[in-house]
T-cell receptor, first 114, second 112 residues
Framework: GAVVSQHPSRVICKSGTSVKIECRSLDFQATTMFWYRQFPKQSLMLMATSNEGSKATYEQGVEKDKFLINHASLTLSTLTVTSAHPEDSSFYIC??????????FGPGTRLLVL | QKEVEQNSGPLSVPEGAIASLNCTYSDRGSQSFFWYRQYSGKSPELIMSIYSNGDKEDGRFTAQLNKASQYVSLLIRDSQPSDSATYLCAVNPTSGTYKYIFGTGTRLKVLA
């Protein structure tokens, strides 16, 4: 139980394009999901909290117009990186809040912007 | 600022030994604590959660919590090379947002 999927697992795009990443809780409902970014050999960095049916809450320094989050259902949250640039290349990981308010992580999406 | 501290390591232990990973936290009111394992290039995977003072065992893993000392640890018995990874300590602070505070992780190397 408590399985979280992400799609795609890996994406390469050209600078200036937008990329959408999906995060799904497969066997439980999650009113709250989180989006993290992790650069090589660095710690997880929380980007935003995604709440079903309401606007996401962004951490300080994260541009909400660049990283669009939509949590339209109890099992799906999406992160869209708009007008991506090479410095946005990173490992994006979502987590979903499940039983006993435990965060379960998806497998991550590796984004490379050329 | 609420913090979670871990020794970054690497912590090297021989195969079959006990690996002891430690974590301290600053938010005294925190009630739930988690250990995640992260292999290189992969996302974190939940190993254990602990909520009450004392020990909690799950297979080769034992989590220990001491709220008075604001200390949580993870013991791995009979360590295997496949246990080599970074272990993240996470604390659910009292804010009620469930935005965990993560430590920077301890890199464990189990030597065959």
């Amino acid at each position: 139980g408590a399985v979280v999927s992400q799609h795609p697992s890996r994406v390469i795009c050209k600078s200036g394009t937008s990329v959408k990443i999906e995060c799904r809780s497969l066997d439980f409902q999650a009113t709250t999901m989180f989006w993290y970014r992790q650069f090589p050999k660095q710690s997880l960095m929380l980007m935003a909290t995604s709440n079903e049916g309401s606007k996401a809450t962004y951490e300080q320094g994260v541009e909400k117009d660049k990283f669009l989050i939509n949590h339209a259902s109890l099992t799906l949250s999406t992160l869209t990186v708009t007008s991506a640039h090479p410095e946005d290349s990173s490992f994006y990981i979502c987590s979903a809040l499940g039983l006993e308010k435990t965060q379960y992580f998806g497998p991550g999406t590796r984004l490379l912007v050329l | 600022q609420k913090e979670v501290e871990q020794n970054s390591g690497p912590l090297s232990v021989p195969e079959g030994a006990i690996a002891s990973l430690n974590c301290t936290y600053s938010d005294r009111g925190s009630q739930s604590f988690f250990w995640y394992r992260q292999y290189s290039g992969k996302s974190p995977e939940l190993i254990m959660s602990i909520y009450s003072n004392g020990d909690k065992e799950d297979g080769r893993f034992t989590a220990q919590l001491n709220k008075a000392s604001q200390y949580v640890s993870l013991l791995i018995r009979d360590s295997q090379p496949s246990d080599s990874a970074t272990y993240l300590c996470a604390v659910n602070p009292t804010s009620g947002t469930y935005k965990y505070i993560f430590g920077t992780g301890t890199r464990l190397k189990v030597l065959a």
